[in-house]
């Protein structure tokens, strides 16, 4: 049923209807008290009792009851901490990882698992979802954007098939916004710091009919200068430019109906986001092909090699222009023993980018960009029973649909022949000079699902939850690249329909031919248009106990699937490159089989809270970056991995001994390994070479040089971006003050070492750090103003690690934010 026409037919039915009951499912203008989670936020107040709300099961329940490993955010701590957008909140949550080399290439990991790191491919999903007023938003690049009127963040981990409307693998990230009032209410802050911060944040509220019509307005405006001085360009890059603006408009039609309408428009037009010189290692490809041989051969230095020094001399024109916006109506119906949700969404995000994909101060990649723009439309209903039954249910139907449209581009300059080639070629520049590859990419994704969970009190304290969703997906794409060159020596257009053809224009041999060759290897014509469908039918069973009203331990299996994808960046070439081998156009599903168990305790009357989960991920045909041998090829592309096994361990805790003191320990042991991934992409030190035959290389040695494999078998090694051991913890302690309270607060965060690169390598794992943020002020009833230091103690540190094609061996990188202080003023009205 479209929302369109929902509230006509509520409407007419609603004066029947009675009010919710006492656990309800969550109604968008319901004001719940979620304002602090006891596991990792206890600098706002709970609840008298101690509870603390959230809608995790699309329902209102106390935090301690809910049988998921589940953490929650108020929008008082987000500020205060400086986490006002997804990539912070990982410091304050130990199983959350986001990785960003520029916004489109962005992911969300849970427990290591969500996305291929370090990929960016339209045609496949995301196994993490993220959900802004119960809408699933379809690109990632969104998360980017700063918080806007924030109530509450929920980070829920594992599967959420059965409660969700886009299934989700590894788990989601929830964000619920401030509702309109109808008491009149208005919040200022404005916050200033080094590197010229200035972010300002507005939000009003007031009604319109006095209990039937209520609106609410919030913006914010962030803009910071650079970290990172380019000597070329002689300005500083990694700026922040962010505005975004969200209205809504809540009509209370009944007692028993609601309906919310929201819009919302963010721009982000940051002069970033880059990646530069970082450290060299050796690999496979012959010395004199190296990057400090290639360098000096071009009498190339870079300004500073030492990263920390946070200096770069990128040549080619950089952005990361993004917008995002759209609309959305929510309407509830409470018809007495149930609530009818209705969630109608269209998004729209338009992509902008330029960037430098050499990475260094030399003309060999003059331009390099993917515009895109994507659309979406999607449609969930559900119905939840209402109060305390013996048998509680959600059930639900998911609608999705979405197009994206991509506009490629690349263009090598004149430094490419020598920094690419070898042979004669190498010392010719008009060989690539002007080389230009243009694509024409586009994707079509359609997804329907149903799904339901069923909750049976078979005592008061034993809880059987069984859930079940079946689930349909149909993706479609096109991908074409024309390559071209126009200069005083080439001239030619290869496509796919033609480059046969203008390779046996060449005799066999000669020069022109193997020149060819070398051109259309470097940027290669081709021509596709993969499609994927299928059902799959997941699940999962939970067994809950409530020992005490303070004790509550839970068992979970759920059987998951991740949908299946297809490659739409460019597929795999033959052998004498003048085809593509369309067998490698579409991705399998991923198949996970998840296990989980938990406790949840609270003691010393709720001052105390300790949270426990174990869980062990078993997942077949995980999504990753291959090669094949086989087929005679020994270029990348996107396909399916054996296996791949997650365990560990998290908890979350906190004590709160008085009003005056607050603290917290959160942790994750995360264990995640390819049991099975046989031919794997090499790590640099072994890249570069002349192919082997099919059997692959275990061992990280090399001589460089010398052969290397064409495929690599890494089973057993660990997967990317993720450390082993994760920490977060901190507090606040506080001193009445006349009206008010003065008061300090700490939060610390580190990770062990972890891998930066697809098959783990020495030159691209990343040391383990520890980051300190620490705030003083003085706060009152209404307002509230503090000064903070982030990364205290300066620390440098990477948070990516990338490796320069070619097998040069030149790692580049991209470092965090170095130390930042300023002050911030917050007022209420």
């Avoid at 960016?120 to 980017?144: C, F, H, K, P, W």
């Avoid at 802050?189 to 590197?195: F, L």
């Avoid at 380019?230 to 809540?250: A, C, H, M, P, W």
């Avoid at 940027?523 to 509550?552: E, I, K």
Wanted: hydrophobic letters at 35%; aromatic letters at 10%.
């Amino acid at each position: 049923m479209m929302l369109a026409t929902l509230p006509l037919l509520l409407s007419a039915a609603a004066p029947q209807a009675i009010a919710l009951a006492d656990t309800a499912p969550a109604r968008t203008p319901v004001a719940t008290s979620a304002t602090e989670d006891s596991q990792v936020d206890p600098q706002a107040a709970p609840k008298a009792d101690g509870d603390i709300v959230v809608t995790a099961r699309r329902r209102e329940e106390r935090l301690q009851n809910v049988p998921i490993a589940v953490a929650v955010l108020s929008g008082e701590t987000i500020s205060n901490t400086g986490a006002f957008n997804v990539n912070r909140l990982q410091t304050l949550q130990p199983a959350l990882q986001f990785y960003s080399s520029n916004p489109r290439n962005s992911a969300i990991n849970i427990r290591g698992l969500g996305a291929p790191f370090g990929l960016t491919n339209d045609g496949i999903e995301q196994g993490v979802g993220l959900y802004i007023d119960q809408v699933y938003i379809g690109r990632v690049g969104a998360s980017t954007f700063d918080f806007v009127d924030v109530e509450r963040v929920e980070v829920l981990r594992g599967p959420q098939g059965t409660l969700y409307g886009k299934n989700t693998t590894a788990g989601a990230v929830n964000i619920t916004t401030k509702k309109p009032s109808f008491e009149p209410e208005a919040t200022f802050e404005i916050s200033t710091g080094n590197y010229g911060l200035v972010q300002i944040k507005g939000s009003a509220s007031a009604p319109i009919a006095a209990d039937k019509l209520a609106v609410r307005v919030s913006t914010s405006v962030t803009k910071r200068g650079g970290t990172i001085y380019d000597t070329k360009k002689d300005e500083n890059l990694q700026k922040q430019d962010n505005f975004s603006v969200r209205g809504q408009l809540l009509w209370q039609a009944t007692p028993s109906l609601d309906l919310t309408l929201s819009g919302d428009f963010s721009l982000q037009n940051p002069y970033c986001c880059i990646q530069y010189y970082a450290r060299v290692g050796a690999t496979q490809r012959p010395l004199a092909r190296q990057y400090t041989a290639l360098a000096a051969a071009l009498g190339y230095a870079p300004p500073s090699t030492n990263p920390f020094d946070r200096v770069t001399d990128l040549d080619a024109t950089i952005n990361s222009r993004q917008e995002v916006g759209g609309v959305s109506l929510v309407g509830n119906w409470d018809i007495g023993p149930a609530t009818i949700t209705s969630v109608t969404a269209w998004r729209y995000w338009d992509w902008l980018p330029a960037n430098d994909r050499d990475f260094i101060g030399l003309p060999i990649t003059t331009v390099s960009q993917n515009p895109s723009q994507q659309k979406q439309w999607s449609q969930e209903l559900r119905i939840s029973s209402n109060g305390k039954n013996k048998l509680n249910y959600t059930l639900g139907a998911f609608f999705f649909h979405q197009t994206i449209n991509t506009q490629g581009s690349q263009v090598q300059g004149t430094a490419a022949s020598r920094w690419l080639l070898s042979g004669a070629d190498a010392s010719n520049p008009n060989v690539l000079n002007g080389l230009t590859s243009t694509n024409t990419i586009s994707f079509d994704n359609t997804s329907f699902a149903v799904f339901g969970k069923l909750n049976w009190a078979v005592t008061d304290k034993l809880h059987l939850q069984p859930g079940l969703r079946v689930n349909f997906d149909k993706k479609s794409g096109f991908y074409e690249s024309v390559v071209s060159i126009a200069n005083s020596q080439y001239n030619f257009t290869a496509t796919a329909d033609n480059v046969a053809a203008l390779l046996a224009s060449f005799p066999n041999p000669s020069a022109g031919r193997t020149t060819f060759q070398n051109q259309i290897n470097t940027l290669a014509p081709q021509r596709y248009s993969p499609r994927f469908s299928a059902w799959n039918v997941s699940g999962d069973f939970t067994v809950s106990y409530d020992a005490t009203d303070d004790v509550h331990f839970y068992a979970t299996y759920a059987r998951s699937f991740k949908s299946g994808g297809i490659n739409l960046s460019g597929l795999p070439l033959n052998s004498t490159s003048t085809g593509v081998d369309l067998s490698t156009q579409t991705v399998k599903p991923e198949k996970v089989n998840h296990f989980e168990v938990g406790l949840k305790t609270q003691f010393f009357d709720r001052k105390v809270t300790v949270n426990v989960a174990g869980f062990w991920d078993q997942i077949k045909d995980y999504q990753a970056t291959v090669n094949n041998n086989a087929i005679n090829v020994i270029r990348g592309y996107l396909s399916n991995a054996g296996e791949v096994r997650v365990r560990g361990v998290e908890w979350d805790s906190s004590f709160r001994p008085s009003k005056q003191l607050s603290l917290y320990f959160n942790g994750a042991f995360t264990d995640a390994k390819y049991t099975d991934f046989k031919n794997a992409p090499c790590p640099p030190e072994l890249s570069g070479g002349t192919a082997t035959a099919p059997g692959g290389v275990t061992d990280p040695a090399g001589t460089p040089g010398g052969r290397s494999p064409a495929y690599c078998d890494i089973s057993g090694q660990i997967l990317p971006g993720i450390s082993k051991w994760a920490l977060s913890w901190g507090g606040e302690f506080n001193v009445p003050v006349g009206d008010g309270k003065a008061y300090v607060g700490y939060d610390g965060s580190w990770r062990s070492k972890f891998s930066s690169n697809p098959s783990r390598s020495l030159y691209t794992d990343i040391n383990g750090y520890s980051l300190s943020n620490v705030r003083a002020g003085f706060r009152t009833d209404k307002w509230n103003l503090y000064g903070w230091v982030r990364n205290v103690f300066n620390q440098d540190y990477f948070e990516l690690l990338s490796t320069q094609s070619g097998s040069t061996g030149l790692i580049v990188g991209q470092p965090g934010d170095p130390r930042t202080y300023g002050a911030t003023f917050r007022v209420s009205f």
